[in-house]
């Protein structure tokens, strides 16, 4: 894992300068080349390539060059209240602080006299306050990172600046320290003691920068060893991982955040973003409109939409033609347009990432090459495809960060939550099963059953919930009835005829049959008694979905009414459909299993999206022939 984070380092240019790394410096106190004091300049945006001490920050020493303007400008004390914080020491420790940090300046000023200016200047407690009424004045922070500017130049950017670092870093190498092998780079090393910290972990349970790996406990460490030696790496090839990860971490659309986690996914060479089914499958914030759907399913999250949002998708022709990512590609190649070809062994890697208590935590970590991936994400895709409610199309196949949170329990508490503490608490219900269900995308194994059992329970309470001001009668949610598709798929080992994404008159399941057929029940009442408040689905679902031999003799005598205010071709259309689905059933089921209650609410939906395509073509026909008897009578 570690090893193709260098790799994509070292590949993209990533690593810093030794011990250094990109900082962003809030403001630069400027002088002129004779050292007169000019005033600050504001920044806060532009990243520079700043010295960085790392662990040694911790005691007295601090960083130099740029470092905290309450260290840099460190205002001397009355000795009374150094001993008055004998207890925490913090004037005391910024005292010896700022003396290292003028220590190392002046040290720095012998290989680089223009940094003369800047010792003379600290040394100088008139000079220092102005400079501190003028940071005061443009309200810095004493916690904000400042450092000097010399003639329009800052110091870090003086190019022996870097030379003089780098020669006096080397007196903090921990000379004696026994060598080992790099378990990144394979060469002989004196291993850091304390690895750095990763950036990118504010959504996802950590305080922002968080280490990889941590040893502070007994449990980690092993033949008596300490920190890091347990898993030694060197201090350029772990500087080199952290770039990376803060590099993928730093875009939502590298890593976008899938159930309270930030899903990291990279490749060994160069897949321009068009070509990433990765992100194309898992979904990222590319733009406003992703933004926008993912705040609306955030917003919806807790709440049962009865009606169907999805966008439509017309049927192909040949459905696997058009949703074939190498037919793209060869209809692209016959039509003269550029495509971009991937070659199969192109490798990706995957992590998912948050943080936990002060740490990161790994809950997975996958690879392979792009050829399979191209192949199983396109089984995903096509695994995915479910009717719409008009029967003639397909529903839209969403990102899985959205799918995944159709399998979050709804929220007891009306109370209103932030986006994090919405991920929060996806991470803590969802992430036992991501990963299981990001190997089986990228696998095209099976999924776990708690994926069925979360859904099936979303359906249930959705179908029970819905309120007297719906226009229409509640139809299992599509998303969930595709993760049940795909569930029942590929727990069947994709044998023939075990679920499609139309409607199947001639699948003989009991338990699916079943479902369509309180489905054909549920439309008669919709259609007899459109003004209905309280209808059969709420009432007897969840009862029929587990139970369907308790609920069906009762459903049959209650549809007696409907069937005498249905007239005409209608009628007839309806007792056909019951004709039909309820032939060869032979006994109903008293108990539906899990397999069985999804098989259920598939021959729900595709029954009820059945019967309103067979419902339209009934009346675009009578449409038809009113206006051809009208002109008849005209002619």
């Not at 914080?85 to 004037?91: G, H, I, L, Q, S």
């Not at 904000?144 to 870093?169: H, L, Y």
């Not at 966008?311 to 793209?328: L, Q, Y």
């Not at 979303?458 to 969930?480: F, G, L, T, W």
Request: charged share 25%.
């Amino acid at each position: 894992m570690l090893r193709p984070l260098y790799d994509y380092a070292m590949r993209y240019q990533l690593l810093p300068p030794p011990g250094m790394v990109k900082k962003t410096v809030k403001a630069w106190v400027c002088l002129g080349a004779n050292g007169t004091f000019l005033g600050v300049r504001q920044d806060g945006e532009d990243e520079y390539f700043c010295p960085d001490g790392g662990s040694l920050t911790h005691g007295d020493k601090c960083n130099v060059l740029v470092e905290k303007y309450e260290i840099v400008f460190w205002k001397e004390v009355q000795q009374e209240e150094i001993e008055s914080n004998e207890e925490n020491k913090k004037p005391q420790r910024k005292m010896l602080k700022h003396q290292f940090y003028l220590d190392s300046l002046q040290l720095a000023a012998q290989k680089v006299p223009e940094l003369s200016t800047c010792v003379r200047l600290l040394e100088d407690e008139i000079c220092c306050e102005q400079v501190r009424q003028e940071l005061i004045r443009l309200k810095i922070k004493p916690s904000d990172a400042v450092s000097f500017e010399i003639a329009g130049t800052p110091i870090v950017e003086i190019p022996k600046v870097q030379e003089w670092w780098r020669e006096f870093r080397q007196q903090f190498a921990r000379h004696g320290a026994a060598e080992s092998l790099c378990l990144i780079t394979g060469e002989r090393t004196t291993p850091v003691a304390t690895l750095p910290l990763i950036t990118g972990f504010q959504e996802v349970g950590g305080n922002g920068s968080l280490p990889l790996f941590c040893f502070d406990k007994a449990a980690f460490r092993s033949y008596g060893l300490k920190q890091s030696a347990n898993a030694p790496v060197s201090s350029e090839a772990i500087d080199a991982v952290k770039a990376a990860l803060d590099h993928l971490m730093s875009s939502e659309t590298l890593s976008p955040t899938l159930a309270g986690m930030r899903f990291v996914h990279w490749f060994d060479s160069y897949v321009p973003l068009e070509s990433d089914l990765i992100k194309q499958a898992v979904g990222g914030n590319s733009g406003n409109h992703e933004n926008q759907e993912e705040e609306q399913l955030i917003e919806d999250a807790d709440e049962y939409n009865d009606e169907e949002s999805d966008e439509t998708v017309e049927v192909p022709s040949n459905p696997d033609a058009e949703r074939d990512i190498p037919a793209k590609r060869l209809v692209s190649i016959e039509s003269g347009e550029a495509a971009t070809a991937i070659p199969a062994s192109t490798q990706y890697y995957i992590l998912l990432l948050s943080g936990v208590k002060g740490r990161a935590r790994i809950h997975s970590y996958d690879h392979g090459n792009y050829g399979e991936l191209e192949k199983n994400i396109q089984q995903w895709r096509n695994d995915l495809q479910m009717v719409d409610l008009g029967g003639t199309g397909f529903t839209k196949i969403n990102s899985l960060k959205a799918m995944m949170i159709r399998l979050k329990p709804k929220r007891k508490s009306k109370k209103s939550e932030t986006k994090k503490e919405f991920f929060e608490r996806m991470r803590k219900e969802l992430s036992g099963i991501t990963p299981a269900v990001l190997h089986a995308i990228l696998t095209d194994s099976m999924l776990p059953d708690s994926v069925a059992v979360r859904a099936l329970r979303y359906i249930r309470n959705q179908m029970a919930s819905a309120s007297e001001e719906d226009k229409h009668a509640p139809v299992p949610d599509a998303m969930c009835c595709q993760w049940l598709k795909v569930w029942l798929i590929r727990k069947n080992n994709r044998k023939e005829g075990v679920i499609e994404a139309m409607y199947q008159a001639e699948n003989t399941n009991v338990a699916y049959r079943c479902g369509a057929w309180v489905a054909v029940y549920a439309s008669m009442q919709q259609f007899a008694m459109r003004d209905v408040q309280a209808g059969i689905v709420q009432r007897y679902y969840a009862s029929a979905c587990q139970m369907p031999a308790l609920v069906l003799g009762q459903l049959s005598i209650l549809s007696v009414p409907h069937q005498d205010k249905i007239k005409g071709d209608y009628l007839k259309m309806y007792l056909e459909m019951l004709d039909k689905v309820t032939c060869d059933i032979g006994e109903i089921p008293t108990m539906l299993n899990l397999e069985q209650q999804a098989y259920f609410a598939l021959g729900y939906r595709q029954m009820t999206a059945e019967l309103n395509r067979k419902r339209n073509e009934l009346w675009k026909l009578k449409k038809e022939q009113k206006a051809a008897a009208e002109t008849d009578e005209e002619e």
